[in-house]
């Protein structure tokens, strides 16, 4: 109860071998810490406890939770304190249900749009020093967060006060920057025809 909980809720699919031992050597040089994750299906629940005994982690450490119900989904990110993105398919829709359930979170970004996604929403939600762009860089990132329950408490405050004001959350903009883009659509087709 009073170690730091880690998150991964993307799909295991998502999990590559790197980053999952980059996860592993988190866990390691964070005492105390879990590693939740979203119980997607047996096989990859077998894979990811074997490497990480081979990493030196004992299972205990993983904590595998099955599918929810979505009122039950969204609460569980407000139980963690930072959700690990995977690479190099980011988080999408779970990134942004996170970042509105107020739970930070650390990404690594890369040089394709499915590796870029989490960056993004995170630079519209005014957090782009949670963006890394090497596995070095990410790694030393979680472990600096992870033996530093300010920092996330700092992270978490800071999306409480900001996150649903922010401009990945205003809709009403958003709305009206679609609704512009059609206009101006509509008027460059009637100019051509």
Not at 165 to 171: E, G, R, Y
């Amino acid at each position: 109860e009073d170690g730091f909980v880690f998150c991964a809720f993307n799909n295991n699919h998502k999990m590559s071998e790197p980053v999952w031992r980059c996860w592993m050597r988190v866990l390691r040089q964070v005492p105390g810490s879990v590693l939740w994750l979203l119980a997607d299906n047996p096989f990859a629940k077998a894979n990811l406890t074997r490497v990480a005994l081979e990493e030196g982690i004992a299972p205990e450490r993983l904590v595998f939770a099955g599918r929810a119900q979505p009122a039950d989904y969204m609460a569980r990110f407000q139980l963690a304190d930072l959700f690990l993105d995977t690479f190099p398919y980011n988080a999408g829709t779970t990134a942004s249900d996170c970042l509105w359930m107020g739970t930070p979170i650390l990404t690594r970004s890369g040089k394709t749009y499915i590796s870029r996604m989490a960056g993004s929403l995170l630079t519209a939600v005014g957090l782009p020093d949670l963006i890394t762009t090497t596995i070095e860089e990410y790694e030393q990132r979680a472990v600096q967060i992870g033996n530093q329950p300010a920092r996330v408490a700092s992270y978490k405050r800071y999306l409480a006060e900001h996150g649903h004001s922010s401009p990945l959350f205003d809709i009403p903009a958003i709305v009206r920057d679609i609704e512009r883009e059609f206009e101006r659509l509509a008027l460059e087709a009637r100019a051509k025809s």
